[in-house]
T-cell receptor
Framework: DGGITQSPKYLFRKEGQNVTLSCEQN?????MYWYRQDPGQGLRLIYY???????QKGDIAEGYSVSREKKESFPLTVTSAQKNPTAFYLC?????????FGDGTRLSIL | AQSVTQPDIHITVSEGASLELRCNYS??????LFWYVQSPGQGLQLLLK??????LVQGIKGFEAEFKRSQSSFNLRKPSVHWSDAAEYFC??????????FGTGTSLTVIP
């Protein structure tokens, strides 16, 4: 079955540490997105990519970085510059229709 | 600028009762409209979508939504709610450039 796979499901970060969240899709979608979800705030866009080797900042890109070296993959790195990284992170992709979402990664601080 | 408003943060309904979740949007052209559902700790699942044509769209799990251009609304409805419908519901607008804008969500509680 086609879909989006996010890993790991749970992730813990130590102070000063960078961590990378994985997002892989086999839907042959060109566009991929990263969202951050906090209680009561809905989804906030971190980064998005419309095509391989190109990506744009979303509304809350500070403290995050991405790469898009392959169509199938769009990893998100939460850097030590992100002072409040505890949240639920969702990856999505789309072709010509609606977005499809992964099951999310919950990131917490140790 | 595009935006989506879900006026109700939280709604409680009795099992078997009807449900309507409100969604208003601001968008210059004809929007692409979506409703998603999210269970705790899960991703978002698409319930239904409107691109064009019939303004009453049917979705999965017995949900439907009606696009009303004059009111800039896309309200989600279900005639009889089941306990398993308890979840967070998100309305979203998409444009032709694959940009999407989400409301802040409505949390649904179903009481027996």
């Amino acid at each position: 079955d086609g879909g989006i796979t996010q890993s790991p499901k749970y992730l813990f970060r130590k102070e000063g540490q960078n961590v990378t969240l994985s997002c892989e899709q086999n839907l042959n979608h060109d566009a991929m997105y990263w969202y951050r979800q906090d209680p009561g705030q809905g989804l906030r866009l971190i980064y998005y990519s419309q095509i391989v080797n190109d990506f744009q900042k979303g509304d809350i890109a500070e403290g995050y970085s991405v790469s898009r070296e392959k169509k199938e993959s769009f990893p998100l790195t939460v850097t030590s510059a992100q002072k409040n990284p505890t949240a639920f992170y969702l990856c999505a992709s789309c072709g010509t229709g609606p977005q499809h979402f992964g099951d999310g990664t919950r990131l917490s601080i140790l | 600028a595009q935006s989506v408003t879900q006026p109700d943060i939280h709604i409680t309904v009795s099992e078997g009762a009807s449900l309507e979740l409100r969604c208003n949007y601001s968008y210059g052209a004809t929007p692409y409209l979506f409703w998603y559902v999210q269970s705790p700790g899960q991703g978002l699942q698409l319930l239904l979508k409107y691109f064009s044509g019939d303004t009453l769209v049917q979705g999965i799990k017995g949900f439907e939504a009606e696009f009303k251009r004059s009111q800039s609304s896309f309200n989600l409805r279900k005639p009889s709610v089941h306990w398993s419908d308890a979840a967070e519901y998100f309305c979203a607008v998409g444009d032709t450039g694959n940009q999407f804008y989400f409301g802040t969500g409505t949390s649904l509680t179903v009481i027996p």
